[in-house]
């Protein structure tokens, strides 16, 4: 069973920066597209940024030119480098793969962007 844990969010100022890691307990990343999707409260959960095992990445136009993917697939890690936050950033940050698997949803880890 794959479990996969988010971690690096927290608060910051708008502007501000974060860089989440999504760990794997397997070698997945070399199997599947994998992807950072985020759900703010009231909204449905959306893909924000993916990587292909060949590393192609792509983005939702929300955040391109502000958001980073990188994988390291011999650590089985996913990296999302967030730069220039804004509040409509706020969410719950989930990874996944590319089409999402039911059974590899965490926590997540929450960015809040706040003055």
């Known amino acids: 069973q794959v479990q996969l844990v988010e971690s690096g969010g927290g608060l910051v100022q708008p502007g501000g920066s974060l860089r989440l890691s999504c760990a794997a307990s397997?070698?997945?990343?070399?199997?599947?597209?994998m992807g950072w999707y985020r759900q703010a409260p009231g909204k449905q959960r959306e893909l924000v940024a993916s990587?292909?095992?060949?590393?192609?990445?792509n983005y939702a136009d929300s955040v391109k030119g502000r958001f980073t993917i990188s994988g390291h697939n011999a650590k089985n890690t996913v990296y999302l480098q967030m730069n220039s936050l804004k509040p409509e950033d706020t969410a719950v940050y989930y990874c996944?793969?590319?089409?999402?698997?039911?059974?590899?949803w965490g926590q997540g880890t929450q960015v809040t962007v706040s003055s």
């Open positions: 996944n793969a590319v089409p999402s698997q039911s059974n590899y």
């Open positions: 397997g070698s997945i990343f070399s199997i599947y597209t």
């Open positions: 990587i292909t095992n060949s590393g192609r990445t």
